[in-house]
Nanobody, 124 residues
Framework: DVQLQASGGGLVQAGGSLRLSCAAS????????IGWFRQAPGKEREGVSC????????YYTDSVKGRFTISSDNAKNTVYLQMNSLKPEDTAVFYC?????????????????WGQGTQVTVSS
C-alpha cells in the first residue's frame, strides 16, 4: 500500500522555525514528485513546494521563497520541508502528496497519493 506520513507540525511564534517530514512507502520513490500543500480554514488548498525525487528540481510558491527549503533523502524515502521565518499567515494544515512524474506540479489535482495533514500554527 502507498503511504505518506506527514509529521513535524506544531505551534510556533512568528519568526520561528519548523521542519516537516514526509515519510513515503509502497512505491518507487525515485519515480515520483513529492509536494507539500497547505490549506487554511476557508481557503483553497495551495501548493507550497515540490521536489522531483529523480533530479532534485524544486518549486516554491512565491510567498515562501527564501524562507522554506524542500529536500529529499532518497535513502530514507523521506522529504523534508524546512520552514524558517514563519509568519501568522503560514498557519494551515500542511499535507504531503506524491504523483508519478520526474517534474514538479503546483496543482494538487495532479497528485495521486496524500498523507494525513499536520497542523502548523504560527502565533503573532
Amino acid at each position: 500500500d502507498v503511504q505518506l506520513q506527514a509529521s513535524g507540525g506544531g505551534l510556533v511564534q512568528a519568526g520561528g522555525s519548523l521542519r516537516l517530514s514526509c515519510a513515503a512507502s509502497g512505491f518507487t520513490f525515485d519515480d515520483y514528485a513529492i509536494g507539500w500543500f497547505r490549506q487554511a480554514p476557508g481557503k483553497e488548498r495551495e501548493g507550497v513546494s515540490c521536489i522531483s525525487s529523480s533530479d532534485g528540481s524544486t518549486y516554491y510558491t512565491d510567498s515562501v521563497k527564501g524562507r522554506f527549503t524542500i529536500s529529499s533523502d532518497n535513502a530514507k524515502n523521506t522529504v523534508y520541508l524546512q520552514m524558517n521565518s514563519l509568519k501568522p499567515e503560514d498557519t494551515a494544515v500542511f499535507y504531503c502528496a506524491a504523483y508519478p512524474s520526474t517534474s514538479c506540479s503546483s496543482s494538487w489535482r495532479m497528485y495521486d497519493y496524500w498523507g494525513q495533514g499536520t497542523q502548523v500554527t504560527v502565533s503573532s
